[in-house]
């Protein structure tokens, strides 16, 4: 059952890059959400359209916006309604929607504005028919068969998951209904281990996950690495193009260079940089500052060195020791020249491990090992799966539900291994974990709880 | 003769309905065919078990029988899940069925709103969709306001041996056949059930002291120190007979597979479903093939009688081979079978037809408890009796019905259960029904419902004034915790309710250590001081359970006339309307738990249904 007078919010305007996005509040509490996001001076005005920011904190992007108030009854459902219009990436306003659920607001379901539109007299009768049948769609079967047709495989992962808890927890509570029918059904060890291992197999699809939004809404790779090791060449033979200025000349790019692409089906935005080391000239150095924070958004840094003289420079080992926990590839150019073998790189003097799939050898003059370069780029960014067939989730909804459903785990899984708790007490983190996944696989009852237990033990006298 | 109420039937149900409602000051007619057929146990000689011991603790809270009953004449009692929480803890007792029952029927003697009305009952009288009173088969007729139909397995009973069928409710007992088609006149939708028993053994044919050393027999004791059913029981309680384990072979495999074509269960004689969790040996071993041997247990039927019950043996092969698979077990090589274990179908009610008090939509007045409502159980069915007896009162008094929610009895949850989802195979209780178990203690029953039940007339002065010492006993313990300062292992002065909440650490050893001087009832100590250790240790766990609850309520409590018309709802599929008109839910919650319902619907539903205030609401 879902409420009708909570506040709800999701993105308005259609899905993809688009100049402006909107992200609609509605709900009683929509103005004290809208100004738990928003950096401004007093409340907003009914039928204004306020200029401001998004207020610092933990979330990362820093954008201003436009907030429209719409007082109850007079907007689109009929209560209060705050819209914010930001820029349209996709990235912008998924971070929007975060902060208003970080604020209380709960994601609306498909076609609920609409919803409540009707249910506070905005709409008809014939156009409420539609919107029931819309959220009909939207209850877990329909839902289940509308997900599936886009991405069977992550229906199929979770389900897999849910399988495994829900047969814990019916063994659990047949160890409670049944205590004395001669069954071993489960010992605290064992509810241990197999909690653990759900919650490694959620955290399996949450890392699956951001590569699942990288899919869906790109990719920024930036190329970095020393001054003339080439980086500019590697920009111009991935993307086919000359956009980067490329001399012998060290520093010669001084500003981001970006150029959007396509990779293997990825919508990726390449990103040329200004090499690395120290410098008195002002712009270069702007440059520098300017390439490392690039670095610290990218989904994936490929560091160029160059490959007939590699990891000798403390640059270079300054580079690897800062992006060791990045998703990265090690790319050793100007192998026309002399390039090293399989292997002997792996162990980089200064101790910073380089894991040899993390290594491509290329020559951005010659071309040679451009195309293993892009393969390498989509391996990394998709995890090693074919793109078509990737298992990750990209929904927000999802993404949300399986991070409280692990939560409940991690409690549940304190409790016994600690003994603070007696089995049915775990149960409780157990059920609040599965009732999360039930909103993605279909609601189970008590009486699918003892169909299984029955099914599988001869139970009773 | 003219009463306020009639109950139809003197089984469980009917006993605690009768005396539910006699206890609210209503004029009662008990309906049975003698006084010997009172408060009988046709099947397994015990009461209690995981969640239908809790059922026992909660009829007793609201002033009941049963836990008085099964404590004053019990043979044997245990604990069950004593290795567990104290949430899935459940007591369970041997009963001693003919004493049991004489109890009972003393009790009721003693009770004097009730009169008995021995002989069978013919007809439900009606009109105009109101009951009138009740029609003897022997031509005489009572006048009611409310009557109450507790004919358990009565209704077109039919009883299976073999190939052999002869009707009967109970064994020896002929079944009600005008009572049934005169229910099936008002045109309730129902079905058919089955269940079984075991064959009874002579206990005299049995060597029990043979036995003693025989590695095929496990002797099953009682607990060293029995917990009582009842808040009432104040002399410690005794065991007076074992129980005996042992196990079937691959000779009693063997004749039941060479035999099954003779089992009424696998010839197709047998129509009715069976309860999945009480499987014969028929289905046990036919459908478990792997399991190489199942569980027996022997349990005496009372110190009077000789009649040994063979719990795990409900079979209806015929006579000779059911001897003959008997005397396969070890041991039981001369034992004699006093009578053979059997299958009885019936028909029942589906509980769909009725609100959460157990009255029929179709039939004002009328009101069904028991097996007669798809359940299985002698708990199930007193629990039933109390609701219905209850409100059986209520209505001939024209008062509003009284309804336990969810969150605070199992027997709130079977009601619920029944009305909502109706029965598919005979309903028996179980903890993990109750999603709000951790509340549902059998330690805090009567914390949870003896107010409730001193508010609706069911709790008698003496109860009454026990309880309001066992609260002021249970409060002065709580603040005791929260105030006495103890000293931890490393030496700090802190509170001994923060020290009861580390893992490991049990109140009983505590207090002792730490001299905390708390009070308790001699008798109940262990149930007395694990409900405030409970709330104590597991504070945190309990809160969030409440809020659960609060949420829960808020969003179901709404309430849905009972004349809502559902049909023309725009956005509800047929098939939800032909639901909801059916069950006629009480409240959003209710319609939430209609099996089918989808979040729309419920939103729709919701939106049409239009706000009550919060003073109107329901579970």
């Not at chain 1, 912008?92 to 409540?116: I, Y």
């Not at chain 1, 390449?270 to 500052?289: C, N, P, W, Y």
């Not at chain 2, 319609?591 to 003073?615: E, K, N, S």
Request: contains cysteine; charged residues 25%.
């Amino acid at each position: 059952m879902f409420a009708t007078d909570d506040a709800i919010v999701a993105i308005a305007t259609p899905q993809g890059r688009g100049g402006i996005g909107v992200v609609r509040v509605s709900g009683a509490s929509a103005l004290s959400i809208a100004a738990s996001i928003l950096e401004s001076d007093g409340p907003l005005q009914p039928r204004h359209a306020t200029f401001t920011r998004l207020r610092a904190g933990t979330r990362t992007v820093l954008d201003e916006v436009v907030a429209t108030f719409f007082q109850a009854p007079h907007s689109y459902t009929g209560q209060d309604v705050v819209e914010i219009s930001a820029h349209g990436s996709p990235v912008v306003l998924n971070d929007l929607v975060h902060r208003a659920l970080d604020a209380g607001a709960r994601l609306a379901e498909p076609g609920e504005f609409t919803f409540r539109a009707y249910l506070n007299g905005k709409r008809d009768l014939v156009q409420a028919e539609a919107v029931a049948d819309l959220i009909d769609a939207a209850t877990p079967l329909q839902a289940r068969v509308a997900f599936d047709q886009l991405e069977g495989t992550l229906t199929r992962r979770i389900g897999e998951i849910d399988a495994d808890l829900f047969d814990l927890t019916a063994r659990l509570e047949a160890s409670l209904d049944f205590p004395d029918e001669g069954y071993h059904f489960i010992d605290p060890e064992e509810t241990a281990n197999r909690i653990s291992a759900v919650i490694k197999a959620f955290d399996r699809l949450l890392v699956d996950a951001s590569r699942g939004r990288m899919i869906r809404e790109g990719a920024t790779v930036v190329i970095s690495g020393r001054t003339n090791v080439g980086k500019s060449s590697i920009f111009n033979a991935l993307s086919g193009t000359c956009r980067a200025i490329v001399t012998d000349i060290h520093g010669t790019t001084r500003d981001l260079v970006t150029e959007t692409i396509d990779i293997g089906g990825l919508a990726v935005t390449l990103v040329d940089t200004a090499g690395s080391r120290e410098t008195a000239d002002i712009v270069e150095r702007e440059g520098v500052v300017r390439a490392a924070r690039a670095r610290q958004v990218a989904a994936l840094v490929l560091i160029v060195l160059d490959g007939s003289d590699p990891f000798v420079y403390d640059d270079d080992r300054t580079l690897l020791a800062e992006t060791a926990g990045q998703l990265r590839l090690v790319v050793f150019n100007k192998c026309d020249l002399e390039c090293p073998q399989s292997g002997t790189f792996v162990d980089v003097p200064s101790g910073h491990r380089v894991d040899s799939d993390e290594l491509v050898r290329v020559s951005a003059k010659t071309l040679d090992g451009i195309d293993r370069l892009r393969h390498s780029v989509v391996q990394a960014l998709s995890g090693g799966e074919l793109l078509r067939d990737t298992a990750s989730m990209s929904n927000t909804r999802h993404i949300r539900l399986v991070e409280f459903a692990r939560g409940h785990l991690v409690a549940a899984h304190a409790a016994v291994a600690s003994g603070a708790a007696p089995e049915e007490f775990v149960l409780t983190d157990l059920q609040s974990a599965r009732s999360r996944l039930d909103e993605i696989v279909g609601v189970r009852t008590t009486e699918d709880v003892l169909r299984h237990i029955f099914e599988r033990f001869c139970i009773g006298k | 003769m003219n009463f306020d109420v009639i109950v139809v039937g003197a089984g469980h149900a009917g006993v605690e309905a009768a005396y539910a409602a006699a206890r609210l000051g209503c004029s009662v007619g008990l309906c049975t065919l003698s006084r010997g057929t009172v408060a009988h146990m046709p099947c397994n000689p015990a009461v209690g078990g995981t969640a239908k011991g809790h059922l026992v603790r909660e009829i007793d809270a609201l002033g009941g029988l049963m836990g008085r009953a099964i404590d004053a004449t019990g043979l044997q009692f245990k604990l069950l899940n004593r290795s567990r929480g104290p949430a899935v803890w459940s007591p369970r007792a041997q009963a001693d069925k003919q004493r049991y029952a004489t109890w009972v029927t003393n009790a009721l003697e003693r009770e004097p709103n009730i009169t008995w009305i021995f002989g069978r009952a013919g007809r439900v009288l009606a009109s105009h969709g109101r009951v009138e009173g009740l029609a003897m088969e022997d031509g005489d007729s009572h006048a009611c306001s409310a009557l109450i139909v507790t004919t358990g397995t009565f209704l077109n009973g039919l009883i299976h041996v073999g190939l052999e069928q002869r009707p009967a409710g109970r064994h020896g007992e002929p079944p009600s056949r005008d009572l049934a088609e005169s229910i099936r006149a008002f045109g309730f939708q129902g079905g058919r059930l089955k269940t079984g028993t075991p064959p009874r053994l002579d206990r005299r044919s049995i060597d029990f002291d043979a036995r003693v050393g025989d590695e095929s027999w496990t002797v099953e004791p009682g607990d060293p120190v029995p917990v009582p059913f009842s808040f009432a029981t104040t002399v410690p309680l005794r065991n007076r007979m074992h129980c005996w384990l042992l196990y079937t072979n691959e000779r009693v495999r063997d004749l039941v597979r060479s035999n099954i074509d003779r089992s009424p269960l696998y010839n197709g004689q047998i129509r009715g479903i069976g309860p999945r969790y009480c499987p014969s040996l028929e289905d046990k071993i036919m459908r478990f093939p792997e399991r190489e041997r199942h569980q027996v247990y022997l349990e005496p039927e009372g110190l009077d009688v000789n009649e040994i019950y063979v719990n795990g043996l409900s079979m209806s092969l015929p006579r000779d081979i059911q001897e003959t698979l008997v005397r396969a077990l070890p041991g039981l090589e001369d034992a004699h079978m006093l009578r053979p274990g059997y299958a009885v179908e019936y028909d029942f009610v589906q509980p769909t037809e009725l609100r959460s008090s157990l009255e029929t939509h179709r039939v004002e007045g009328l009101f069904f408890a028991g097996q007669i409502n798809g359940t299985s159980g002698y708990e199930e069915a007193a629990a039933q009796g109390i609701v219905a007896g209850l409100n059986g009162a209520k209505r001939a008094r024209r008062e509003l019905p009284i309804i336990f929610r969810r969150d605070e009895a199992y027997i709130g949850v079977l009601v619920d259960d029944l009305v909502t989802r109706g029965c598919l195979e005979p309903y028996r209780m179980f903890t993990s029904r109750a999603e709000h178990r951790l509340l549902l203690r059998i330690d805090n029953a009567d914390l949870r419902l003896t107010p409730l039940g001193r508010q609706a007339g069911l709790v008698d002065d003496e109860q009454w004034t026990r309880f309001e010492a066992r609260r002021d006993r249970y409060d002065r313990n709580l603040a005791m915790l929260s105030k006495a300062l103890i000293r931890s292992a490393s030496g700090a002065r802190i509170p001994a309710a923060q020290l009861l909440r580390q893992p490991g650490v049990r109140l009983d050893a505590l207090a002792e250590d730490h001299r905390v001087d708390l009070a308790f009832d001699l008798c109940s100590r262990e149930l007395d001081l694990s409900s405030v250790e409970t709330v104590v240790k597991y504070e945190g766990y309990l809160k969030r359970e409440v809020a659960l609850v609060e949420r829960t309520r808020k969003e179901g409590g709404r309430r849905i006339p009972h004349d809502f018309q559902y049909f023309g709802v725009p956005g509800l599929s047929h098939e939800v309307v032909d639901r909801l008109s059916h069950v006629r839910p009480e409240t959003l919650g209710q319609a939430a738990r209609i099996p089918g319902m989808t979040p729309a619907a419920l939103a729709v539903l919701g939106a049409h249904v239009g706000r009550t205030p919060p003073a109107a609401m329901l579970p």
